[in-house]
């Protein structure tokens, strides 16, 4: 079983600035991606950063020049930092990771956190 935990989020007052941390745990033997999407209300579930193993980064257009996703692969952490914030980054922030449980990691299946709610206004 694998689980993923999300911290930080809350209220955030526009202009200001998010951290959001989550950690994967459980028998992993591999994590590929590593990442961050959102869920406005009435939307459909939108990506907003992904990193792979290697360090490698994407960024949804929209994040891309106030956003920095970094990971820690020992600790089997995925951070996102976002500035600037705005009233339309209000939205459920759901952690991803593209994980294998098994001895030759060809398992490999995305899960996801329970999201956390991030609130942006003045």
């Known amino acids: 079983q694998v689980q993923l935990e999300e911290s930080g989020g809350g209220l955030v007052q526009i202009g200001g600035s998010l951290s959001l941390s989550c950690v994967a745990s459980?028998?992993?033997?591999?994590?590929?991606?590593m990442g961050w999407y959102r869920q406005a209300p009435g939307k459909e579930r939108e990506l907003v950063a992904t990193?792979?193993?290697?360090?490698?980064?994407k960024y949804a257009a929209s994040v891309k020049d106030r956003s920095t996703i970094s990971r820690n692969n020992a600790r089997k952490v995925v951070d996102l930092q976002m500035n600037t914030m705005a009233p339309e980054d209000t939205a459920l922030y759901y952690c991803?990771?593209?994980?294998?449980?098994?001895?030759?990691?060809?398992?490999?299946?995305?899960?996801w956190g329970r999201g956390t709610q991030v609130t942006v206004s003045s």
């Open positions: 991803y990771a593209d994980v294998a449980t098994n001895a030759w990691a060809s398992n490999r299946r995305a899960y």
């Open positions: 459980g028998s992993i033997s591999y994590i590929a991606d």
């Open positions: 990193i792979t193993a290697g360090g490698k980064t």
